[in-house]
DNA sequence: CCGCAAGTGAAGCCTTGGCAACACTTCTGT
DNA sequence: ACAGAAGTGTTGCCAAGGCTTCACTTGCGG
């Protein structure tokens, strides 16, 4: 019943998108809540530790936490009592994972996804994209907008 | 400085795609070990924890602790010092899995994403490709494939 | 048939990301 | 000015998914 075992060259390759799908989900978290405290900077000009953790949608002691390991990796910075902040490389991280976030939700609705479901399935889903992907979704948008604005734009025309 | 705080209704729906997200990661490793089991099955007629284990890029005891996981959730059962096996609700879960994989890897090279890239980024985003989603995929790479046909035969033809 | 290598299991540890409970600050309203 | 409410921090707990180490079966070759 036994069967030759797979080559080497497989044994040794295949187990590598597991790994790599497992350090994206390390990070996924810590971009989630860079993300987060982003906006929240954005729309209070502070980020507190019980507005990042309803938006998250956890109690505090776990936001908190979370914040403590964005200091450590030097995302974040945060005086006790004090709002949190973003280092000059969170800042910039919230802003991939921003516009990484839109071109995800936007390739999903192009693709005909209904727009509420693009947005659930994108929070999961940007985390794993590749700048490759990321590249090829880009000009996939881009394609097909042209293609939509002929479309849409001719009969408005004329 | 403090604006107003976001509607009620704002305030509940935002945390929902985090925990739909959080789910959805949960079950990650289950359908990976689930579709493993499954193809080491196919190949072999059974699946070792040591197959497991290398194909998965991790030791042996933890594929034990997850194919534990998988008997407690009723997807797979073993027998000490004797392989493992799917139940039906596993075999049934593996099979859509991997068709789902499929589903994925196949949109994103149709998207223009590099085939080997695809893989890769597949196997994290798969777990967060929801049933509307997919369906809009496959919707999509029916249109795709029909377009291309007519873009490939026609030539060919004449 | 018996011993040793390979395979498996069991225990214990780490980190992460959740939680609740409790302690302490800050802020606010009277 | 101060008491209570709201916000924050700390501690300790849990489960999951990794790991290493050690013990035990299995199975195969001599």
Chains 1, 2 share one sequence.
Request: aromatic content about 4%.
């Amino acid at each position: 019943m036994q069967q030759d075992r797979p080559e080497e060259s497989e044994a040794i390759v295949e187990p590598e998108r597991f790994n790599q799908a497992r350090a994206a989900q390390s990070m996924a978290i810590l971009e989630d809540y860079v993300e987060m405290i982003g906006d929240l900077i954005g729309e209070f000009g502070e980020a507190r530790i019980t507005d990042i953790a309803q938006r998250m949608g956890v109690t505090h002691p776990t936001a908190t936490k979370a914040v403590s390991r964005l200091k450590r990796e030097g995302l974040a910075i945060s005086r006790p009592y004090r709002g949190v902040f973003l280092t000059d490389e969170g800042a910039a991280m919230a802003e991939l994972v921003r516009a990484r976030h839109r071109t995800v939700v936007d390739l999903l609705v192009a693709i005909g996804v209904p727009a509420e479901t693009a947005e659930l399935d994108a929070e999961g889903m940007e985390h794993h994209v590749s700048d490759v992907t990321l590249k090829a979704f880009e000009a996939f948008l881009e394609r097909a907008t042209s293609v939509s604005d002929t479309i849409e734009e001719a009969p408005r025309k004329g």
